[in-house]
């Protein structure tokens, strides 16, 4: 197959424990997955159903990257997220059989504009710029299902120089993981190397050039992130 411009390199994300990568297709993100964070943004979480907006794949950038702050922001904030990474595509997935469409789990930090997101919702316009633009994905090294089992609990957090800002549980999820992976595969059938990034909990905030951001998720390990300031 000839191409008119060389095409570009798949992203991908680690593996760990070796040199194998992930291929990554697409990236799901759930809004408001906790009921913390949904109150916190000023929301009701016993009302919404879960809804999802992307990420283009290639806005993965590995766990210990530095990032440049982005452009076109003055507000950027952290949210440590739980990764989910689809192994085997389906549509209309039942619960029940969900897990059985996942490879494995990482810990990701969902890099928001978030002044950028609160002009669009005013607005009523779409996320797109404030959640999709430049290493706005910050995903570590992916972990088979089979050694983690099914990452429904376990301690998530996230520190900014060393001082903690979220703390949460993954049992804290008001849509579990099976749950997710249900109702999205009803608007789209998921293929493999689909990634979910799956709902921070409360405590998202604003980060500095310099900061030093460090996400962790018992059993998955953690990410450190640093941000550079924009070049001048």
């Not at 411009?5 to 997955?33: D, E, K, Y």
């Not at 779409?126 to 089979?146: E, M, N, Q, T, Y």
């Not at 049992?171 to 009803?186: E, G, K, T």
């Amino acid at each position: 197959m000839a191409f008119v411009i060389p095409p570009i390199a798949p992203p991908s994300v680690a593996v760990s424990g070796g040199s194998l990568r992930f291929p990554v297709r697409r990236i799901f993100c759930v809004g408001r997955n906790y009921a913390d964070h949904a109150r916190e943004m000023g929301n009701d979480p016993d009302r919404e159903p879960p809804f999802f907006f992307t990420k283009p794949a290639d806005a993965v950038v590995p766990g210990e990257a530095t990032i440049t702050y982005p452009i076109q922001t003055a507000n950027l904030h952290h949210e440590a997220e739980l990764v989910v990474a689809i192994g085997t595509g389906g549509a209309a997935i039942p619960a029940d059989k969900a897990m059985g469409h996942v490879w494995g789990f990482a810990v990701g930090n969902d890099l928001t504009r978030r002044d950028m997101q609160n002009d669009a919702k005013a607005m009523r316009r779409p996320w797109d710029l404030s959640k999709g633009f430049d290493d706005s994905a910050v995903i570590g090294a992916l972990h088979p299902r089979s050694e983690t089992g099914p990452m429904d609990r376990g301690k998530i957090t996230l520190a900014v120089n060393g001082t903690l800002r979220q703390q949460g549980d993954l049992a804290d999820m008001i849509w579990p993981v099976a749950d997710v992976i249900a109702f999205l595969s009803q608007s789209v059938a998921l293929a493999p190397g689909d990634l979910i990034m799956t709902g921070t909990p409360a405590g998202v905030g604003a980060l500095e050039p310099g900061d030093l951001c460090t996400a962790s998720i018992d059993g998955l390990g953690s990410i450190a992130t640093r941000i550079a300031p924009r070049p001048v």
